[in-house]
């Protein structure tokens, strides 16, 4: 396989599955060294604003992503119409890194919207038709 049969969906997928490392490292950056490691859960435990925040949005991202790939995956196997499929998981992708912006932001009510519209957006993938 090369990189050139990778549709747009694929690549989002990809993307997807990075969010949760950027948010980790989000609330990491300047704050874990290299003696957290031994204990990294206590560590994320301990932290309270933004970093518990961002830890708590990586948690969210890596639920999410099982259902996404599902999607994808299967709107790829039932022949779906690929412009649609790849506008929509673009729009998810989209929405997912607003949505951890806004989580580390504190904006609770509008990241909850985010993520709704996100969700809708990934069960619409399944319905993608030709």
Not at 91 to 117: E, F, K
Request: hydrophobic share 60%; proline share 2%; with cysteine.
């Amino acid at each position: 396989m090369s990189f050139s049969h990778l549709t747009l969906a694929y690549w989002c997928v990809l993307v997807a599955a990075a969010l949760p490392y950027v948010a980790a490292w989000l609330a990491k950056a300047g704050a874990f060294g290299l003696g957290d490691n031994d204990a990294p859960r206590e560590w994320a435990a301990r932290q309270s604003g933004w970093r518990a925040r961002a830890n708590a949005a990586q948690a969210n991202s890596f639920e999410g992503l099982p259902l996404f790939i599902g999607a994808v995956v299967a709107a790829h196997q039932f022949g779906a119409a690929q412009g649609r499929l790849d506008a929509l998981a673009l729009a998810y992708v989209l929405l997912r890194v607003v949505y951890i912006s806004l989580y580390v932001r504190g904006r609770g009510t509008l990241r909850s919207l985010v993520w709704g519209a996100a969700l809708l957006v990934n069960v619409a993938i399944f319905f993608v038709a030709r």
